[in-house]
């Protein structure tokens, strides 16, 4: 699309997109990122504020998709987090479960929808990166994602590995930046700021191997504080998550 093009359209589209979705439109979201962290982290646990940093400066790597999944099993101690939900603490039991162990903690990185380390070992993170980087099929399907006027397109590239063949396709809604004032708890007296911070999650449809794209309307992400979005494939199904098979994330405004 040229210039002149995306000039002449801007005035068809809403005022509230602006001129950030006109970029998005001209400049897809990066389409082979290495790796999807997903830290399971709390306002109430003492030791996460590290790990909330480390994945502030994993966010701003493109070949990584990293996100927070605050917990709210913790809410006891305390402090109810702002920003938990329960369908995390589920997801980060279900990944327990797949691997067979126990291990459910914060703050707990799962990269790669397989391997876990503590989530402020920055270099566990990327050793377990490397690791997980040649597992067959993990990661290895293109994923785009696109804004257009007041939708999401998401296209999905055939798959490359015979290991890679289905898996369900899911959309997050993303805050990437949420300051925190924390005033009981552990963390009492403490701003802590949250990165990447998944608001919704949401099933865009399934994938059977084959290319394949699929539209959801802005509507069914957006709420106050949204200002990205994020799509990966993962193989298995919520209940039984398995290795990420493709990611993409890309800014809403």
């Given at each position: 699309?040229?210039?002149?093009?995306?000039?002449?359209?801007i005035?068809?589209?809403?005022?509230a997109?602006?001129?950030?979705?006109?970029?998005?439109i001209?400049?897809?979201a990066?389409?082979d990122?290495?790796?999807?962290?997903?830290?399971?982290?709390?306002?109430?646990?003492?030791?996460?504020?590290?790990?909330?940093?480390?994945?502030?400066?994993?966010?701003?790597?493109?070949?990584v998709?990293?996100?927070?999944?605050?917990i709210?099993?913790?809410?006891?101690?305390?402090?109810?987090d702002t920003l938990?939900?329960?369908?995390?603490?589920?997801?980060?039991?279900?990944?327990?479960?797949?691997?067979?162990?126990?291990?459910v903690?914060?703050?707990?990185?799962?990269?790669?929808g397989?391997?876990?380390?503590?989530g402020?070992?920055?270099?566990?993170?990327?050793?377990a990166?490397?690791?997980?980087?040649?597992?067959?099929?993990?990661?290895?399907?293109?994923?785009?994602?696109?804004?257009?006027?007041?939708?999401?397109?998401?296209?999905?590239?055939?798959?490359?590995?015979?290991?890679?063949?289905?898996?369900?396709?899911?959309i997050?809604?993303?805050?990437?930046?949420?300051?925190?004032?924390?005033?009981?708890g552990?963390?009492r007296?403490r701003?802590?700021t949250?990165?990447?911070?998944?608001r919704?999650?949401?099933?865009?449809?399934?994938?059977?191997g084959?290319?394949g794209?699929?539209?959801?309307?802005?509507?069914?992400?957006?709420?106050?504080?949204?200002?990205?979005?994020?799509?990966?494939?993962?193989?298995?199904n919520?209940?039984?998550?398995?290795?990420?098979?493709?990611?993409?994330?890309?800014?809403?405004?």
């Amino acid at each position: 699309m040229t210039a002149m093009m995306a000039y002449n359209r801007i005035s068809q589209w809403s005022s509230a997109l602006g001129i950030c979705a006109i970029i998005a439109i001209i400049r897809p979201a990066h389409a082979d990122p290495r790796a999807v962290v997903e830290l399971f982290t709390s306002q109430g646990c003492s030791s996460c504020p590290p790990a909330d940093k480390v994945i502030g400066e994993l966010a701003k790597d493109p070949n990584v998709i990293a996100l927070s999944m605050p917990i709210d099993y913790w809410d006891y101690l305390g402090w109810k987090d702002t920003l938990a939900d329960s369908r995390f603490s589920a997801r980060q039991k279900a990944y327990s479960h797949m691997r067979g162990d126990r291990d459910v903690y914060t703050p707990q990185a799962v990269i790669n929808g397989s391997a876990h380390v503590i989530g402020s070992d920055r270099d566990s993170i990327e050793s377990a990166i490397k690791a997980t980087d040649n597992s067959a099929g993990v990661m290895s399907v293109p994923v785009t994602l696109t804004l257009s006027g007041k939708q999401i397109n998401v296209s999905v590239a055939a798959a490359k590995s015979p290991t890679a063949a289905r898996g369900e396709v899911w959309i997050c809604s993303i805050s990437k930046s949420v300051p925190i004032s924390i005033a009981r708890g552990e963390n009492r007296g403490r701003e802590i700021t949250y990165h990447n911070v998944v608001r919704n999650l949401l099933k865009v449809g399934d994938w059977n191997g084959s290319s394949g794209s699929w539209t959801v309307p802005l509507e069914n992400i957006t709420r106050d504080g949204v200002d990205a979005a994020a799509v990966y494939i993962q193989d298995g199904n919520r209940e039984k998550p398995g290795p990420m098979l493709g990611a993409a994330i890309t800014s809403l405004r």
